[in-house]
């Protein structure tokens, strides 16, 4: 079965720093761009990171104003994870956070259209409290 699995749901405090993980389940995420969306609360769901599958070349990152400076993606293809290190978390980035995964990106990565995603994960609740 093809699938991604994030890690569960968190609760902490502004300021502070967390790690979401999503692994890979029933295909190679080497062969993938990866990207990280957010649904605030009464929001549409937004792409706010992604990284693209480079074959020979680094991977390009890209971030949202909202998010840039402050998290860091990242991939592990040996264990099939890919990450989002979080720092300096507000209020504001409560939310679900999904991560998905395409094979029609290569080196370059786009998260503007959410449809070009085949693979999602379950989300993973994130609260910030002030």
């Known amino acids: 079965q093809v699938r991604l699995r994030q890690s569960g749901e968190t609760w902490i405090q502004s300021g502070g720093s967390l790690r979401l993980s999503c692994e890979a389940r029933?295909?190679?995420?080497?062969?993938?761009?990866a990207a990280w969306f957010r649904q605030s609360p009464g929001k549409e769901r937004q792409g706010i990171s992604c990284?693209?599958?480079?074959?020979?070349?680094?991977?390009?990152?890209n971030y949202a104003d909202a998010v840039k400076g402050r998290f860091i993606i990242s991939r592990d293809n040996a264990n099939g994870l890919v990450h989002l290190l979080m720092n300096n978390l507000k209020p504001e980035d409560t939310g679900v956070y999904f991560c998905?995964?395409?094979?029609?990106?290569?080196?370059?990565?786009?998260?503007?259209?959410?449809?070009?995603?085949?693979?999602w994960g379950q989300g993973t609740w994130v609260n910030v409290s002030s």
């Open positions: 990284i693209g599958r480079g074959v020979g070349v680094p991977d390009s990152t």
């Open positions: 998905a995964a395409t094979s029609s990106m290569s080196a370059d990565c786009s998260y503007d259209n959410d449809g070009e995603y085949g693979h």
């Open positions: 029933g295909f190679h995420m080497a062969n993938f761009a």
